[in-house]
């Protein structure tokens, strides 16, 4: 039996049952909402042969860039193979079994085609848009959604969320006056749509409108925190805000609050827990004994060696909690990640096993090998994945060991960059009368 969406695709395997659970995991998706792993896990037990929702699944543990969701990935992609499939779901399923394969670039070039024959296949896009963001591939984040929007329209289910992805897309890539107009209008038709509000939040805070942003989170946090599994990314970028203004008290009260106070396991909320503590570290802030807690959850997770964007911020809890052993266990397991054959192996090999070593460099005080590892990445950051205010962290930790080791010419080479790429930042103004303050060698 094959079912039909409201724009007209075809369902293999699905009952009416099973296409509404579905239809509402796409909804609470779009809106990073609600438990879109239950909701798929009814259309299962509803549709058995359901292919897509077998996807769907696979889709959700893919991008979680943990080792153990990475199994239920595989599982997916096993329950699917042999089901009852169109064309485009059986592409689905070949583009799960690379993403459950650690082969993220197949994956999306697969999506990609699926979303050039099919660009109201909302799953495809979406999925895709989430892969060019773990591969930092900003002119895919645009182009993917761009290619497929004049096929939406206002009304359509789900208009807001292409809305929001083109955003986000148009902001990585530096339109900044449109990603901003997008991102307000999807967040105007769907206030929950947790990745619009955040697209907003990546324009102001590569703008330097902190105030801006403040307002602009605090107007209704309801909406985009309520049952949202994107609000601890989204109390982040609030604690960016505060923390450029220097008001180092407030970041740690979010932190301890709503960013890190639930102390969550998950390696994507840890990423944006140790972001936060680094950058206070590197600002020479006391952050008290909340390294320690944070690393305890990171132990566990020291030998995965999957996603070297994850690797990178536990080595941060590592340094800060003064932890040698799943610091070594950490790059032991980088090596081992680099003689592997899917994609995490060159995103570990070309950024994220420099910077774990800069990093860890850098707690141990070695400024000058700090500098001499980061330099050459920098601009090659963007393939290990994450978004340009993601990765400011290795700029304001290479700055910072610039200051730190002495370094007068290179020091106030780098912050007069960022002075012109960040005028109204007061971090920008401090690093530059802390470089201008140097003493001659």
Same mark, same amino acid.
């Given at each position: 039996?094959?079912?039909?969406?409201?724009?007209?695709?075809?369902?293999?395997?699905?009952?009416?049952?099973?296409?509404?659970?579905?239809?509402?995991?796409?909804?609470?998706?779009?809106?990073?909402?609600?438990?879109?792993?239950?909701?798929?896990?009814?259309?299962?037990?509803?549709?058995?042969?359901?292919?897509?929702?077998?996807?769907?699944?696979?889709?959700?543990?893919?991008?979680?860039?943990?080792?153990?969701?990475?199994?239920?990935?595989?599982?997916?992609?096993?329950?699917?193979?042999?089901?009852?499939?169109?064309?485009?779901?059986?592409?689905?399923?070949?583009?799960?079994?690379?993403?459950?394969?650690?082969?993220?670039?197949?994956?999306?070039?697969?999506?990609?085609?699926?979303?050039?024959?099919?660009?109201?296949?909302?799953?495809?896009?979406?999925?895709?848009?989430?892969?060019?963001?773990?591969?930092?591939?900003?002119?895919?984040?645009?182009?993917?959604?761009?290619?497929?929007?004049?096929?939406?329209?206002?009304?359509?289910?789900?208009?807001?969320?292409?809305?929001?992805?083109?955003?986000?897309?148009?902001?990585?890539?530096?339109?900044?006056?449109?990603?901003?107009?997008?991102?307000?209008?999807?967040?105007?038709?769907?206030?929950?749509?947790?990745?619009?509000?955040?697209?907003?939040?990546?324009?102001?805070?590569?703008?330097?409108?902190?105030?801006?942003?403040?307002?602009?989170?605090?107007?209704?946090?309801?909406?985009?925190?309520?049952?949202?599994?994107?609000?601890?990314?989204?109390?982040?970028?609030?604690?960016?805000?505060?923390?450029? !203004?220097?008001?180092?008290?407030?970041?740690?009260?979010?932190?301890?609050?709503?960013?890190?106070?639930?102390?969550?396991?998950?390696?994507?909320?840890?990423?944006?827990?140790?972001?936060?503590?680094?950058?206070?570290?590197?600002?020479?802030?006391?952050?008290?004994?909340?390294?320690?807690?944070?690393?305890?959850?990171?132990?566990?997770?020291?030998?995965?060696?999957?996603?070297?964007?994850?690797?990178?911020?536990?080595?941060?809890?590592?340094?800060?909690?003064?932890?040698?052993?799943?610091?070594?266990?950490?790059?032991?397991?980088?090596?081992?990640?680099?003689?592997?054959?899917?994609?995490?192996?060159?995103?570990?090999?070309?950024?994220?096993?420099?910077?774990?070593?800069?990093?860890?460099?850098?707690?141990?005080?070695?400024?000058?090998?700090?500098?001499?590892?980061?330099?050459?990445?920098?601009?090659?950051?963007?393939?290990?994945?994450?978004?340009?205010?993601?990765?400011?962290?290795?700029?304001?930790?290479?700055?910072?060991?610039?200051?730190?080791?002495?370094?007068?010419? !290179?020091?106030?080479?780098?912050?007069?960059?960022?002075?012109?790429?960040?005028?109204?930042?007061?971090?920008?103004?401090?690093?530059?009368?802390?470089?201008?303050?140097?003493?001659?060698?």
């Amino acid at each position: 039996m094959t079912l039909q969406d409201a724009f007209g695709l075809a369902y293999s395997g699905a009952t009416e049952a099973g296409l509404s659970s579905y239809a509402r995991a796409v909804h609470e998706l779009q809106c990073f909402i609600g438990d879109p792993v239950g909701s798929i896990d009814r259309a299962i037990a509803d549709a058995p042969a359901f292919v897509m929702a077998h996807v769907f699944k696979g889709y959700l543990f893919g991008l979680a860039t943990e080792r153990d969701a990475t199994a239920v990935a595989q599982s997916s992609h096993q329950a699917a193979l042999p089901l009852a499939a169109t064309a485009r779901e059986q592409a689905h399923v070949a583009a799960l079994g690379h993403l459950a394969g650690g082969r993220w670039h197949e994956a999306a070039r697969i999506l990609e085609d699926i979303a050039i024959d099919n660009p109201r296949d909302a799953l495809a896009l979406q999925v895709g848009h989430q892969i060019d963001f773990f591969t930092g591939n900003a002119r895919m984040l645009r182009d993917r959604i761009g290619r497929a929007l004049p096929a939406w329209q206002k009304g359509m289910p789900g208009y807001h969320a292409i809305l929001g992805m083109q955003a986000f897309g148009l902001e990585e890539m530096g339109d900044y006056a449109r990603a901003e107009s997008f991102g307000r209008q999807a967040v105007e038709i769907e206030p929950r749509d947790g990745w619009a509000q955040h697209a907003v939040a990546h324009v102001m805070e590569m703008q330097s409108r902190q105030r801006d942003g403040i307002a602009w989170m605090r107007a209704n946090p309801e909406a985009w925190t309520k049952e949202s599994f994107l609000k601890i990314h989204n109390w982040w970028h609030l604690a960016l805000f505060h923390y450029d !203004l220097g008001e180092t008290d407030e970041v740690l009260r979010l932190y301890d609050g709503p960013i890190y106070g639930d102390r969550s396991t998950l390696a994507l909320n840890m990423v944006d827990a140790s972001a936060i503590l680094w950058r206070l570290t590197l600002g020479g802030v006391d952050v008290g004994d909340r390294w320690t807690a944070l690393a305890a959850n990171w132990v566990p997770k020291a030998a995965a060696g999957n996603y070297a964007f994850n690797d990178a911020h536990a080595m941060m809890a590592f340094v800060g909690a003064g932890l040698e052993a799943p610091a070594k266990t950490l790059l032991e397991a980088q090596r081992e990640a680099m003689r592997g054959g899917d994609d995490n192996a060159a995103f570990t090999r070309d950024v994220g096993h420099p910077l774990t070593l800069a990093i860890k460099a850098f707690g141990e005080g070695n400024h000058d090998e700090a500098v001499r590892l980061i330099r050459p990445i920098r601009s090659i950051a963007h393939r290990f994945g994450g978004s340009h205010a993601q990765r400011d962290v290795i700029d304001l930790t290479l700055i910072e060991a610039a200051l730190r080791a002495g370094d007068r010419g !290179l020091a106030r080479a780098l912050t007069a960059e960022r002075q012109l790429a960040r005028p109204d930042s007061p971090l920008s103004a401090l690093f530059s009368r802390r470089a201008f303050d140097l003493s001659e060698n």
